[in-house]
C-alpha cells in the first residue's frame, strides 16, 4: 500500500506504461476529472482496444456527448456494444 500521494501516482504510471487496463482506465478518469478530456479518450481507447469492457462504457458516454471528441453516435453506439 503507497504510504504518500506521490507513491500512489508513481505505482500508477508504472502500471499505465505496462498497458494495466484497470490502471489505464483509472488515469484516464483522473484526467477526465481535471478536464483534460483529449488524454482521457486516449487512456480510455487504449484500455479498450485491450478488452476493458468499463473503459468502452467511458468512450461511448464521451462519443455520445461529444466530450474531448467530435459527437459520433456510430462510434458512441459501437463501445455501448462492447461495454454490454
Not at 462504457?57 to 461529444?66: E, M, R
Amino acid at each position: 500500500t503507497p504510504k504518500t500521494q506521490e507513491e500512489a501516482m508513481t505505482n500508477l504510471m508504472r502500471r499505465v506504461e505496462a498497458n494495466d487496463t484497470a490502471a489505464l482506465r483509472e488515469f484516464g478518469t483522473r484526467c477526465h476529472s481535471k478536464g483534460d478530456h483529449v488524454s482521457a479518450i486516449e487512456q480510455w481507447t487504449k484500455a479498450a482496444e485491450l478488452g476493458d469492457s468499463v473503459a468502452h462504457y467511458q468512450l461511448h458516454c464521451s462519443y455520445q456527448d461529444g466530450e474531448g471528441v467530435e459527437k459520433d453516435m456510430k462510434k458512441a453506439i459501437y463501445h455501448a456494444e462492447q461495454a454490454a
